[in-house]
Structures are given as C-alpha cells and as structure tokens.
C-alpha cells in the first residue's frame, strides 16, 4: 500500500497527512490562522503565506514524527499546486517539491478541488464512479459528475459568489466575527428560518446554476431595515442557501448520467441544515448519501493525501517543473458562465 505525505496551504490552513492507499490516515497535524486574521475580519493573503511559511515544515515533521516514520518511508509527495491564494500556493507546492527532489520521490500536484472531490472516497469505500457531487466551500460552488480519478464533468457552477462567501458575508454583516459559516449556523438554531422573506436566486431555471449576491444584498437589507432580530435573519439566510442548493442539486440530478450516489463535499458541506435537506433529496431520488465527516468537509491535508494515493495508484505523478495555478478548473473543458469566475 502506497504512503503519502499531503500537504495543504491554498488558503487560511495549513496542514500535512500522511495516509496509505487502504484508506488510513496515519497522520494528520492541521494549524488554522483564525486569529492572525481576526482583526481585518477575513483572510488577508500576504498574512496567510507568511504564517503557511513559518507551519509547514514544523507540521510535516509532527505528523512524520506521530506516525513514527520519516521521508523514507513515504511514496511519493502530494501538494496542492492549486486553485488558491497564490501565496499560500507557492509555500506549499515548493515545500512539496523541495521535500520530493531531497527523499528521491515523486510529486503529486493536487487539484485542491480533486482533494474535495475525491475526500468522500477516503471516508467510504463503497462509494464508486460516477457519482454527483456538490462542491460548495467558501470559493467554489459547482455541480460535478464524477466519473474518475481526474475525469469531471462540471454541470454549473455560480454565476457570482460561492455558498461559503454568502455565508462568510452574512456573518459579517451580522458581526458574528470568523469563522462565519460555522458561526451563522449556531445563531439560525435560535432562528425561525420562515422569518424574512429572502430570494431564491435562479430557483426553477433549466440549468443548475447558482447565484448568491442577491440574496446577500437582501440580507444587508434586512438588517439595515432593523425589523427582524439577528437570529431569524441567520436562519431565514441559512433556510434560503438551503433551498438554492437543493433545488439546483435536483436539477442536475435530473440531467446527470446515472449517479451511484449524490455526494456533498467542501467546507459549507459542514452545515447540518444542508447535510440534512442533502440527505432528504437523495433519499426522494432513491440514492445513497455521502458526506465525510465534518473535519474533513473543511480544508485539511488528509484529503489532499488521498487525492494523491488515487492519482499515485492511477500512474499520475508530476515534473517538478510543475506551476503554481492560482486557478485550475477541473473540468477543462466547461464553458465560462456569465457572471462566473470573478472570485477565486
Ligand atoms: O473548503 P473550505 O474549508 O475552504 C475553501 O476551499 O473555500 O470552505 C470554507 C468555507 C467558508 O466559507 C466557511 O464559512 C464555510 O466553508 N463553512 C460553513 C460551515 N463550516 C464551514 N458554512 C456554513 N456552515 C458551516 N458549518
Ligand atoms: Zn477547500
């Protein structure tokens, strides 16, 4: 069983895993960044890249040291080359190489989206090709058939903001602080979600894709308006995410190529409401549900680990040469949506 070393450092994580081909994690050292960002209320990445440059290393040397292994013992090198903060890239993909040419091993970039995508894999190993997946984390929301190690057919993503930005945003304005998702979820429990009437944006129309400014600048009015308390706001927001998400997820339910499961991956897949609205829709569609657990919902290195285990097994190894991609989508050959792309 091949053992890799994963590393991550596209965005306010910085972590390193070492996990085998049989779906073990040997490993996993993870050190957020929260309160280097706190002050400027969100992730600032020229902050971001100098904490990843001071974690790293001491990270990959813990998780060597809790699995009691060193670089000889590890096949081969996995980093993610991107989608990201390009800072936080370039720390960690030339941590990567640099640890690969030193041990004599081969290097793995990883589609930090592969990593997502293919997490709910290391969490069940009777999930198989293809399966539909959501992928919503604070900058992506995409509907993805997943029909193989590097083979994706993206069927929508947003036409603005992701999911994890509407709810990064709506805890700003309600000056919840960050982490702003985990955060707008713990207010909408004391919430009524029916409470203010907010947009659905793009419910009902043909093609699953998504939109979420909208509904984020009603947020802003609501609040502005001062008529509802913070609680309802947070939930009817959260109910609204929820309702987009799901009727957009049925869509391309109803165009995919026969699913084996509907699968839900990324940080906002750490929300209960939409696990749970999730789980429903998949069980009306006769479909297993996959969601990893919630650590590995949320960036971490253990998924990039296993995104390279399946590419090393696949054959897929990568030059040093390899670049930084600052954007990388994973399916080439998708068209640009109107509206898309204007965010990371
Ligand atoms: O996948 P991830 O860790 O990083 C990216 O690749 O973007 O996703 C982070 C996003 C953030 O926007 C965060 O607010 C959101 O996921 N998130 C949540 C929850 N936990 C994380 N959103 C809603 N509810 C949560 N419990
Ligand atoms: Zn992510």
């Not at 902050?47 to 440059?53: E, F, G, S």
């Not at 993805?144 to 999911?163: F, H, K, M, P």
């Not at 699968?263 to 990893?292: K, Q, Y």
Request: charged residues 20%; proline residues 7%.
């Amino acid at each position: 069983m091949p053992i890799i070393l994963g590393l991550e450092s596209s965005c306010d994580e910085t972590a390193a895993a070492l996990v085998s081909g049989d779906r073990t994690i040997l490993a996993h050292r993870l050190a957020g960044q929260e309160a280097a960002h706190r002050p400027y209320g969100g992730v600032v990445p020229e902050i971001a890249a100098r904490a990843h440059v001071e974690a790293l290393i001491p990270l990959v040397q813990a998780a060597l040291d809790d699995a009691g292994m060193t670089l000889a013992d590890v096949d081969a090198v996995a980093a993610t080359a991107g989608p990201g903060l390009i800072g936080g890239v370039m720390v960690g993909l030339v941590t990567g190489k640099a640890l690969a040419h030193a041990a004599g091993k081969p290097l793995v970039a990883v589609n930090h989206l592969e990593g997502h995508a293919l997490s709910p894999r290391l969490a069940d190993p009777a999930l198989r090709f293809p399966y539909l997946l959501l992928l919503v984390s604070g900058g992506h929301c995409q509907l993805l058939e997943v029909r193989g190690v590097g083979d994706y057919r993206r069927l929508a993503t947003t036409i603005d903001d992701a999911a994890g930005e509407a709810f990064d945003k709506t805890a700003k304005l309600l000056g919840l602080g960050i982490p702003g998702g985990p955060r707008v979820e713990v207010l909408a429990r004391d919430g009524d979600p029916r409470a203010v009437p907010l947009p659905r944006p793009l419910i009902g129309t043909a093609e699953p894709h998504f939109s979420f400014a909208g509904l984020k600048s009603a947020v802003m009015r609501a609040i502005d308006g001062g008529q509802w308390n913070d609680a309802d706001i947070a939930a009817s927001f959260q109910q609204a995410v929820v309702d987009c998400l799901v009727d957009r997820t049925a869509r391309a339910l109803a165009v995919a190529d026969r699913p084996t499961a509907l699968v839900v991956a990324g940080g906002v897949a750490a929300n209960g409401a939409v696990r749970a609205a999730l789980e429903d829709l998949a069980r009306r569609h006769d479909l297993p549900f996959v969601a990893p657990p919630l650590w590995l919902c949320t960036d971490n290195a253990a998924m990039i680990g296993w995104a390279g285990c399946e590419r090393f097994a696949a054959g897929l190894t990568d030059d040093l040469a390899f670049p930084a991609r600052p954007r990388w989508p994973l399916d080439p050959a998708a068209e640009a949506v109107r509206g898309a792309g204007v965010k990371a």
